[in-house]
C-alpha cells in the first residue's frame, strides 16, 4: 500500500511540475530548441533591438496568432519585407504570443504561411513595465508598429493595408 502510495505521489510530482514553459535566451542562447526561434525578455529584445541601429530602416511589428487584426495586416509586412529588402529595409515580426500555444499555434501558423521576415519571441509577462519603454503613449494594444532608422523613428498603434504601410515606410527611404 506504501509502495503505490508512493508512486502516485511521485507520478503527480511529476506531471504537476511539468509545464510547457520557452526557455528565455540565457537559457537557451536566444532560440528554443524545438522551434528554432529566438525567444527574449524585454531587457534582451531591447539590446537586440538596439543592435540594429545601422544603416538599414527596421520595421518592427508586434503582434500575435490570435489578435485577428494582427494576422489580417501580417502578409502587408511580408510583401513590404520582399519589396523593400534591396533598399536596405528589415521586417522583424515580434511574436506576443503566449508561451505555451508557440509550438502548438504559433510555430504551424508561420509554416504554414512560410514566412520569410524574420520572426521573434518576446516572453516577458511583465509588460507594465516593457510597454511604455516601447512608446510612452502605447495603451499596450496590438498591432503596434515601431519603423526607425538612424535617423528618425515612429511608433504606430493600429493596423495596416499595404499601402499605408508603404506610405509610412517611405518617409523613412527617401
Given at each position: 500500500?506504501?509502495?503505490?502510495?508512493?508512486?502516485?505521489?511521485?507520478?503527480?510530482?511529476?506531471?504537476?511540475?511539468?509545464?510547457?514553459?520557452?526557455?528565455?535566451?540565457?537559457?537557451?542562447?536566444?532560440?528554443?530548441?524545438?522551434?528554432?526561434?529566438?525567444?527574449?525578455?524585454?531587457?534582451?529584445?531591447?539590446?537586440?533591438?538596439?543592435?540594429?541601429?545601422?544603416?538599414?530602416?527596421?520595421?518592427?511589428?508586434?503582434?500575435?496568432?490570435?489578435?485577428?487584426?494582427?494576422?489580417?495586416?501580417?502578409?502587408?509586412?511580408?510583401?513590404?519585407?520582399?519589396?523593400?529588402?534591396?533598399?536596405?529595409?528589415?521586417?522583424?515580426?515580434?511574436?506576443?504570443?503566449?508561451?505555451?500555444?508557440?509550438?502548438?499555434?504559433?510555430?504551424?501558423?508561420?509554416?504554414?504561411?512560410?514566412?520569410?521576415?524574420?520572426?521573434?519571441?518576446?516572453?516577458?509577462?511583465?509588460?507594465?513595465?516593457?510597454?511604455?519603454?516601447?512608446?510612452?503613449?502605447?495603451?499596450?494594444?496590438?498591432?503596434?508598429?515601431?519603423i526607425y532608422n538612424k535617423n528618425r523613428e515612429?511608433?504606430?498603434?493600429?493596423?495596416?493595408?499595404?499601402?499605408?504601410?508603404?506610405?509610412?515606410?517611405?518617409?523613412?527611404?527617401?
Amino acid at each position: 500500500m506504501n509502495v503505490k502510495l508512493l508512486f502516485l505521489m511521485l507520478v503527480f510530482f511529476y506531471f504537476g511540475n511539468v509545464t510547457a514553459q520557452v526557455p528565455t535566451s540565457q537559457e537557451n542562447n536566444s532560440t528554443t530548441s524545438t522551434t528554432g526561434l529566438k525567444v527574449f525578455d524585454f531587457n534582451e529584445l531591447e539590446s537586440y533591438l538596439n543592435s540594429k541601429k545601422d544603416g538599414n530602416t527596421y520595421v518592427i511589428n508586434f503582434w500575435a496568432t490570435w489578435c485577428a487584426p494582427c494576422v489580417k495586416e501580417l502578409p502587408y509586412f511580408e510583401a513590404l519585407n520582399t519589396n523593400y529588402k534591396i533598399k536596405n529595409v528589415e521586417v522583424v515580426l515580434v511574436s506576443l504570443d503566449f508561451p505555451k500555444q508557440i509550438e502548438t499555434k504559433l510555430v504551424p501558423f508561420l509554416k504554414k504561411r512560410g514566412f520569410r521576415s524574420e520572426v521573434v519571441i518576446l516572453n516577458d509577462l511583465d509588460s507594465n513595465t516593457w510597454i511604455p519603454k516601447v512608446n510612452k503613449d502605447w495603451s499596450g494594444a496590438i498591432p503596434a508598429t515601431l519603423i526607425y532608422n538612424k535617423n528618425r523613428e515612429a511608433f504606430y498603434e493600429r493596423s495596416f493595408n499595404y499601402r499605408e504601410l508603404e506610405t509610412e515606410l517611405k518617409q523613412f527611404i527617401k
